[in-house]
């Protein structure tokens, strides 16, 4: 298994680490500080407080505008992973004969990166169906999109996970191997 990593392999890994993390952390707001019940909730209220009076239905349209700006985010970010996603496979096609991974360890992190890149690519293409595909599908392509956290939250304990365990065993220092490459 390749042991080094080139200035645009840390790049691109990088590029993707920083977007996921930030598309969870759009998720994370939207499911939680910034949910359409839990603001609808606040501002009813708070309203009721000062003797003003409105329909849940009616707090839950301002909460969606207050959570919009927010999440427009997701979609913009959005667009930049699918970039460096495509940018990822262009690449790992051209340099193939790079991987090759002799130990059960290796041949499992291999495994995982694949599954992890397919079902990426499903989260990619169901992001932008949402966004520009036929409005029939999208309840149903929404139902699948949302998936996504799923194994993402699987993939990052696993990476994270098997990061930790490299550098107290087999590999050390090869966190530092993938932000400056090899010394
Ligand atoms: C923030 C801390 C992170 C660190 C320190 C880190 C470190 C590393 C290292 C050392 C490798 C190479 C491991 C090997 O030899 O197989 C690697 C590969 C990889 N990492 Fe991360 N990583 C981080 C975050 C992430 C995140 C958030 C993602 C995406 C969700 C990610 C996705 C990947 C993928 C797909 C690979 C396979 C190689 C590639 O396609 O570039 N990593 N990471
Ligand atoms: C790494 C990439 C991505 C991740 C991790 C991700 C994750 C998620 C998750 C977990 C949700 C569900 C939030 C909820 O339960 O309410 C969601 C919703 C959404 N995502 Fe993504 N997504 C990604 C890429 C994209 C892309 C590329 C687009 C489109 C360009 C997109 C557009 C949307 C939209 C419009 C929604 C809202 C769907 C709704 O109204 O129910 N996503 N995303």
Do not use: C
């Amino acid at each position: 298994m390749k042991t080094s990593f080139t200035l645009f392999d840390r790049t691109l890994h990088w590029a993707l680490a920083l977007t996921i993390l930030f598309m969870l952390l759009t998720v994370f707001l939207r499911l939680n500080w910034m949910e359409k019940n839990h603001v609808a909730a606040i501002l009813m209220d708070k309203l009721a407080a000062i003797d003003i009076e409105i329909t849940k239905d009616q707090a839950i349209k301002i909460a969606k505008q207050i959570r919009k700006p927010m999440f427009d985010w997701h979609v913009i970010i959005g667009y930049l992973v699918s970039g460096i996603f495509i940018l990822r496979m262009l690449f790992h096609i051209k340099n193939k004969k790079s991987f090759n991974p002799t130990t059960t360890r290796e041949k499992f992190q291999l495994w995982v990166y694949r599954i992890f890149y397919v079902l990426l690519a499903a989260t990619l293409i169901t992001g932008l169906i949402i966004e520009f595909g036929p409005k029939s599908l999208k309840k149903s392509i929404e139902a699948i999109h949302k998936l996504t956290l799923y194994y993402m939250i699987a993939f990052l304990f696993l990476h994270f996970s098997g990061i930790l365990l490299s550098e107290f065993t087999s590999k050390k220092g090869i966190v530092s191997k993938m932000i400056g490459g090899e010394k």
